[in-house]
C-alpha cells in the first residue's frame, strides 16, 4: 500500500471515530436532560396531588422514608414542600443547599399557578440544578407548593462497556476501509490491464482483445456491476415514487392545520390550546390581540407565564378538577389590560386522543360584558315591573276592603276611595298598555295602522285629554295654533299616546299656577309638535337617560310623583316607528320643553 494513501485513511479512520464519539456524547447528554424532565414532571404532579396537610401530621416521617428510598439514585438534589404562607413543612437536602438558591428562583416557585421549569447553577458549582414547582389545590384554593430539584447525574461516557463498544466500532470502521480499499483495487485491475492491451494492440486490437483472455476475466464483473445499478435505479424509483406520496401528504396535512388555524384565528374569542404540562401550542389571533403578544412569545411557553392572572390559572390548573371530567366548568373574570367593565367568561376542556387519554386541554375566553348586562337589566326591569304593578295593586286592595267592610261611612270620603281606586286602575292599565307597546316594538311585531290624521281634531282632543286635571291644579294651557293645520299620515291612537305621555308628565310635575303651551306647526314638510311647560326642569346629567325604560329621576320633587318610568320610552319609540325624531331642553326651577317632528307624507283620498 502506497504511504500517501495510508495516511489518508488513517485521517479517515481518526476522523469518523472523533465524530461517532462527540455524536454518541451529545445524544447521551440529551437524552440524560429529557430523563431529567420527565422525572421531574411526573414528581412534582405526583407528590402535589398527596394532601398537603399529611405533611403537618404524623404521616411526614413516614412520606419521607419512603420518598428518600425512592430517590436515593444519583440526580437528586432536594425536595421542599412549603405550606399556604411559604412556611417550609419538609426540607429534604444536603447541608445548607437551600440558602444557595437563588432568591429569584425561590420566589417564582413559590408564586407559580402552574407546573414550572427553572434551572440554574449553585455558586461554587458547575452542576446545573432543575427545578420543578408546582402549587397545590384543595377544593379550588390554593395551599401549598412542591418544588423539587433534580441535576444530571455523572456522565459514565468513559466507562468500560462504552469504551468497549467503541474499540469495537473503531476496529470495524479500519476494517471496512481497507477491506473497501483492497476490494475497489481488485475490481479494477482488470480494467487496467484491458486498457493497457487495447493501446498496445494498435490497429488489430480486435484479434488481441479476443485472444489475451482480458474481457472474458472482467464480464462477470461488468455484469454485476450492470445487475446491481439497475436495482438502485429501482429502489430509487420505488423511493421517489413514496416521497411523492409522503409530499402530497404532507401538503394536505398543512393545507387542513391551516385551514383549522385560520377557522381558530377567525372565532370572535380567545382560543389556548396547551398540552398535557400545560404549555402552549397554539393561541388565535382574538386572544394575541386581546394580550397584545406576537406568537413567537407565547407559543411553547407555560400557560402560567403567559396569562399573569392568578384567579384564571388556578382555576385552569387546579387539579380537583381532572376528575376527569371532560368539560371544566365556566369562570367569570376581567382582564387588567381591558377596558374596565368588560367581563370574559372562561371555559376549558380536556382534549382527548386516542384510548381516551387526555392530551391537552383548549381554553376559551368569551367577551361577556353585554350578556352579563343584558342579564343585570332583564333582572332589574322584572324588579322595578313588579314594584310598579304592586303599588297600585296594593292601593286598589287597601281601599276596596275597607269600603267592603263598611268601614267608611262617610259619603264624600267613599267618593273619594272610590276615585283613587279609579285612578290607580287607570295607572295600572296605562303601565300594562305601555308594557305591551314597548314589548311589541323590541319584538318588530308592532304594525302602524297608519291614517290621514287631521290635526286641528287631533289637537283638541289632547288639549280636552288634560283640561279637567289642569284645572284642579290651576294649570294654564295655552295653544299657538296656525291658521291652516297641516294633515298628517300616522298611526292616530299611537301618536296620542305620545304626546298624552308628555302632557300628562307636564302637568303631574307642574306646580300649581303653572302653565303648559302646545303648539304644532308645519316646516321643511315636517310637522312639529312643541309641549313647553313651567315645572320642576331635567338636570343636564340626567338628560341623556330620560328616555330609557323605568328611568326615573333623582329629583325628590320628581321622585315623590307616582310614575312607571315608561311613559317617555314608548313615546321615544312611537315617535321613531314614524321615522320622527324627539328632542328635549330643560333647565332645573324653570321647565322643560319637548320637540317633536314627524314627516309628512302624501296621501290618496281615492278618486273625485
Known amino acids: 500500500m502506497k504511504p500517501r494513501i495510508s495516511i489518508a485513511l488513517l485521517v479517515i479512520f481518526i476522523i469518523g471515530v472523533t465524530v461517532l ?3 454518541m456524547k451529545q445524544q447521551d447528554e440529551k ?34 422514608r419512603t420518598l428518600t428510598e425512592y430517590t436515593s439514585k444519583e440526580g437528586f438534589v432536594y425536595l421542599f414542600i412549603h405550606g399556604h404562607a411559604g412556611n417550609a413543612l419538609v426540607s429534604l437536602s444536603s447541608g445548607d443547599l437551600s440558602s444557595k438558591i437563588p432568591k429569584d428562583i425561590q420566589t ?5 399557578t402552574g407546573l414550572l421549569k427553572q434551572t440554574f447553577e449553585v455558586s461554587g458549582s458547575k452542576d446545573k440544578i432543575f427545578e420543578f414547582a408546582k402549587p397545590v389545590y384543595k377544593n379550588g384554593q390554593r395551599n401549598g407548593t412542591i418544588r423539587l430539584g433534580l441535576k444530571l447525574p455523572p456522565s459514565a461516557f468513559f466507562s468500560s462497556e462504552r469504551l468497549s463498544f467503541l474499540a469495537m466500532i473503531a476496529f470495524l470502521i479500519l476494517a471496512v476501509l481497507f477491506i473497501g480499499y483492497y476490494g475497489v483495487t481488485l475490481a479494477l485491475k482488470p480494467l487496467k490491464n484491458l ?31 450492470e445487475e446491481y445499478l439497475s436495482k438502485i435505479k429501482s429502489k430509487v424509483k420505488i423511493i421517489e415514487t413514496d416521497n411523492v406520496d409522503l409530499i402530497s401528504k404532507l401538503g394536505v ?19 389556548i390550546i396547551t398540552d398535557v404540562q400545560e404549555n402552549i401550542d397554539h393561541i388565535n389571533a382574538y386572544m394575541l390581540k386581546l394580550l397584545d403578544k406576537k406568537p413567537e412569545d407565547v407559543v411553547y411557553q407555560p400557560f402560567s407565564a403567559v396569562i ?15 376528575g376527569q371530567s371532560k368539560n371544566i366548568s365556566g369562570l367569570e373574570s376581567i382582564f387588567p389590560e381591558t377596558p374596565p367593565g368588560e367581563i370574559f367568561k372562561v371555559s376549558a376542556n380536556y382534549l382527548m386522543g386516542g384510548e381516551n387519554t387526555t392530551i391537552g386541554k383548549i381554553i376559551s375566553f368569551h367577551n361577556a360584558t353585554v350578556e352579563s348586562l343584558a342579564e343585570k337589566a332583564k333582572h332589574e326591569f322584572i324588579a322595578h315591573v313588579a314594584h310598579e304593578i304592586l303599588t297600585p295593586i296594593t292601593n286598589i286592595k287597601s281601599y276596596s276592603e275597607m269600603l267592603m267592610d263598611g268601614e267608611i261611612e262617610d259619603a264624600e270620603l267613599q267618593k273619594e276611595f272610590y276615585n283613587t281606586i279609579h285612578e290607580q286602575t287607570n295607572r295600572l292599565a296605562d303601565m300594562v298598555k305601555n308594557l305591551l307597546n314597548i314589548s311589541k316594538m323590541e319584538m318588530g311585531s308592532l304594525i302602524l ?42 298611526d292616530k291612537d299611537l301618536l296620542k299616546t305620545a304626546i298624552i305621555n308628555i302632557l ?47 328611568y326615573r329621576s333623582s329629583d325628590p320633587q320628581i321622585a315623590d310623583q307616582d310614575g312607571s318610568g315608561l311613559g317617555l320610552a314608548t313615546t321615544a319609540e312611537i315617535v321613531h316607528l314614524h321615522g320622527g325624531e324627539i328632542d328635549v331642553r330643560s333647565e332645573p326651577g324653570r321647565g322643560s320643553h319637548f320637540t317633536i317632528k314627524l314627516p309628512m307624507e302624501d296621501f290618496y283620498l281615492g278618486e273625485t
Open 21 to 23: 464519539t462527540l455524536n
Open 31 to 64: 437524552q440524560k436532560i429529557q430523563d431529567i424532565l420527565s422525572k421531574g414532571n411526573y414528581l412534582s404532579s405526583l407528590i402535589s396531588l398527596y394532601p398537603i396537610m399529611e405533611f403537618e401530621s404524623d404521616k411526614r416521617d413516614y412520606f419521607l
Open 108 to 112: 417564582k416557585s413559590i408564586t407559580a
Open 195 to 225: 486498457d493497457q492491451s487495447v493501446v498496445t494492440a494498435g490497429s488489430d486490437s480486435e484479434p488481441a482483445v479476443k485472444y489475451s483472455g482480458k474481457i472474458a476475466g472482467i464480464a462477470p464483473i461488468i455484469d454485476d456491476l
Open 253 to 271: 396535512t398543512t393545507f387542513e392545520k391551516n385551514k383549522i388555524v385560520k377557522m381558530l384565528d377567525s372565532i370572535n374569542f380567545g382560543i
Open 308 to 322: 399573569d392572572h392568578s384567579e384564571i390559572t388556578s382555576f385552569v390548573s387546579n387539579e380537583d378538577m381532572a
Open 449 to 490: 295602522d297608519k291614517g290621514l290624521v287631521k290635526t286641528d281634531w287631533f289637537f283638541g282632543d289632547c288639549i280636552e285629554s288634560i283640561e279637567a286635571s289642569a284645572s284642579e291644579k290651576n294649570i294654564t294651557i295655552e295653544k299657538n295654533q296656525p291658521d291652516i293645520f297641516p294633515n298628517l299620515m300616522a
Open 504 to 550: 300628562g308628565n307636564a302637568l303631574k310635575y307642574t306646580p300649581p299656577n303653572g302653565s303648559i303651551t302646545l303648539e304644532i306647526s308645519e316646516q321643511d314638510k315636517m310637522v312639529i309638535f312643541d309641549i313647553t311647560d313651567t315645572g320642576y326642569g331635567i338636570s343636564a346629567e340626567e338628560l341623556p337617560h330620560i328616555f330609557e325604560k323605568f
